[in-house]
């Protein structure tokens, strides 16, 4: 997943811990990725008050400044 971009190439998220830097001119195709970065079941098992609960909660969360 790309993390970052800049005029000269891109960062890539390689798992939750690592990155890796690709310039422009090692990058030979780029196209969308056809899966989901949320880990397929994850709300499996919720029930629809847990899963309100989670969206009104998720709804309060603000972006770092």
Not at 7 to 25: C, H, K, M, P, Y
Not at 56 to 65: C, D, E, F, N, V
């Amino acid at each position: 997943m790309i993390a970052f971009e800049s005029a000269d190439g891109v960062i890539l998220q390689t798992s939750a811990t690592e990155t890796l830097r690709l310039a422009n001119a090692d990058i030979a195709s780029r196209q969308p990725s056809s899966f989901s970065l949320m880990p397929s079941g994850l709300l499996n098992g919720l029930t629809p008050s847990q899963f309100a609960d989670l969206y009104a909660y998720l709804k309060t969360l603000r972006a770092p400044r």
